[in-house]
């Protein structure tokens, strides 16, 4: 068995944190992109009922403030990461956003990570899932989510892929089908490639 590949730095440490923080933006300015793209998903149901999401791996709150800023409708949403700099640069930059966060310290690695927290409408994550260290992981992690999803949940994905125009670690990364067929095999019925631009792609999937 391929063994996991070690992260060339600890997120976990302020320095790597802000060091990360100041470059994601400057690096893949086209991440807006994607952030637009998961707003339309959850607007999509918003004007109908209130919205309960979870981040995976969410980071310095590049995402969640993007979504919390627009979508009023999300009445819960959760924030895990395993890094206690990454909750504290995500503070700083919610600011009075933050009152409507719910951040858990937490590692996806570990087998429980999901067992007491509830369940959503969406669970959304944004270049976390290879952080699992291997791709052989991902199904294991996909299943999970399934897991926490209410029935007409949403599990919008979007991460690095192997291949033309992206990364070229193949154990690490998956190309784009790979990820279509990780979804799948992680017991969602219905999964669809909503974008892929600069070495991302992001996709939606369904347990029903």
Request: aromatic share 8%; charged share 25%.
């Amino acid at each position: 068995m391929s063994k996991d590949i070690p992260s060339p730095i600890d997120l976990r440490t302020m320095t790597d944190a802000k060091a990360w923080e100041s470059m994601a933006m400057q690096k893949r300015p086209w991440r807006t992109e994607f952030f637009d793209a998961v707003a339309h998903e959850l607007g999509s149901v918003s004007r109908l009922r209130d919205v309960h999401v979870l981040e995976l791996g969410s980071g310095p709150g590049f995402l969640a403030k993007h979504l919390l800023d627009r979508i009023p409708a999300i009445t819960r949403y959760v924030a895990l990461d395993f890094s206690p700099a990454m909750h504290q640069l995500a503070l700083e930059r919610l600011g009075e956003q933050a009152s409507r966060v719910a951040f858990v310290e937490r590692s996806f690695l570990q087998p429980d990570w999901h067992s007491d927290l509830g369940d959503f409408d969406f669970v959304v994550t944004h270049q976390a899932v290879h952080e699992l260290r291997h791709k052989r992981h991902a199904t294991t992690l996909h299943a999970q989510v399934a897991e926490l999803l209410k029935p007409s949940g949403r599990y919008l994905v979007c991460d690095h892929f192997a291949g033309v125009d992206g990364m070229k670690n193949t154990e690490l990364y998956m190309s784009i089908c790979e990820q279509a067929q990780a979804l799948l095999q992680g017991g969602f019925m219905s999964v669809r490639h909503l974008l892929t631009k600069g070495g991302l792609v992001l996709h939606r999937a369904s347990v029903q």
